[in-house]
Nanobody
């Protein structure tokens, strides 16, 4: 069974920075994509940033140039560095990971962490 544990998040003023980290544990044979999603108040969950095993990244237009996603394949961790934060970045951020164990494919979510940006 694969589990994700997130850390980071919290309260920051507009223009500030935060870093979110997510570590996957379990009998992982291979990890394909890892990424971060967020759900803002009254909105649907949306992809913020993703990264595949080869290091190719994808970002929501709203965060390009401000957020950076990276991963450590050896440790099965993914990090989201968030700079120049805006009040509209306030959301619950969740980590997602997909890959394969000896049992088969998996796609799992972290518990979510609150990010609040004050104006």
């Amino acid at each position: 069974q694969v589990q994700l544990v997130e850390s980071g998040g919290g309260l920051v003023q507009a223009g500030g920075s935060l870093s979110l980290s997510c570590a996957a544990s379990g009998s992982i044979s291979s990890m394909s994509t890892m990424g971060w999603y967020r759900q803002r108040p009254g909105k649907q969950r949306e992809l913020v940033a993703g990264i595949n095993s080869g290091g190719t990244t994808t970002y929501a237009d709203s965060v390009k140039g401000r957020f950076t996603v990276s991963r450590d394949n050896a440790k099965n961790t993914v990090t989201l560095q968030m700079n120049s934060l805006k009040p509209e970045d306030t959301a619950v951020y969740s980590c997602n990971a997909a890959g394969r164990t000896w049992r088969g494919l998996f796609n799992v979510w972290g518990q979510g962490t609150q990010v609040t940006v004050s104006s």
